[in-house]
């Protein structure tokens, strides 16, 4: 669920200067799929053993109207009192950069998150359904988070839709806290995945990753990597492993 709560930044005006154009991966890429993760990053900063940042910054690329686009026009953010929304900015331009949409917090409809599973919750979402009037169109996300639920650190996904080529897709965290962090990969054969790691510092890139299609009768696949803290609050409570 938190890495849904963790969505999305500031874009440059057009998309020749995002991509390289002469790279045949992505032209094809461009051409052929109905979403693209142009760029995708994700930087954490943990403060504390209680306290940590999120931001991310997300370029996606829409070619067409199709079940995929549906899902991704829906802007849906949760939050509570232990996960803040400090920012949220998102930029709708068509190929060229021209602005066809800007939407910032206050844009958002606040709603409650309840749902008729749920006899209490304080849990809240910020919400915006965008419909397009034409394609294709680049949504361009910013989200920025702050948390005292360390015990739930995002993971790195690698796939968060299905059917969506990645052209580049990072994930950085500093840990400036006392605590230790553990991290394990999970069903990560055959991603190419480049990785430095450093006392503080851990750092995931992958770039050209083929869209995920889920075959019928298959064995279900998550490539992940996912972290943990040695020390960590979780809904006020400290604890360590």
């Known amino acids: 669920m938190y890495r849904i709560l963790f969505l999305f ?3 440059t005006t057009k998309i020749i200067a995002q991509i390289d154009t ?3 991966d992505h032209n094809l890429a461009l051409k052929n799929y109905n979403i693209v993760t142009i760029k995708d990053s994700t ?3 943990i403060a504390k053993f209680d306290k940590f940042y999120f931001k991310n910054n997300i370029s996606t690329l829409v070619n067409k109207n199709c079940e995929e686009a549906n899902q991704i026009n829906f802007f849906f953010f ?3 009192k232990e996960l803040k929304v400090n920012n949220i900015l998102i930029t709708i331009t068509d190929l060229h950069g021209k602005v066809i949409k800007k939407l910032k917090m206050g844009d958002f409809e606040d709603i409650s998150a309840f749902t008729s599973f749920t006899i209490y919750t304080d849990q809240r979402a910020k919400f915006y359904r965008y419909i397009p009037t034409e394609f294709p169109y680049i949504i361009n996300y910013s989200i920025e988070y702050s948390s005292n639920m360390s015990a739930f650190i995002p993971n790195f996904d690698v796939y968060e839709t299905d059917n969506t080529y990645i052209i580049n897709r990072k994930f950085h965290i500093i840990n400036k806290s006392d605590a230790k962090i553990r991290y394990r990969k999970i069903d990560l054969d055959g991603i190419d995945l480049k990785e430095v790691i450093s006392q503080n510092e851990y750092y995931f890139e992958m770039n050209n990753i083929q869209p ?3 075959e019928e009768y298959s064995i279900y696949s ?7 803290l040695d020390h960590f609050s979780i809904y006020g409570v400290e604890g360590t492993f």
């Open 9 to 11: 930044l500031l874009f």
């Open 22 to 24: 002469n790279n045949l």
């Open 43 to 45: 930087s954490i900063e």
């Open 78 to 80: 949760f939050y509570n």
């Open 212 to 214: 995920k299609v889920q």
């Open 222 to 228: 998550d490539p992940k990597i996912t972290f943990s």
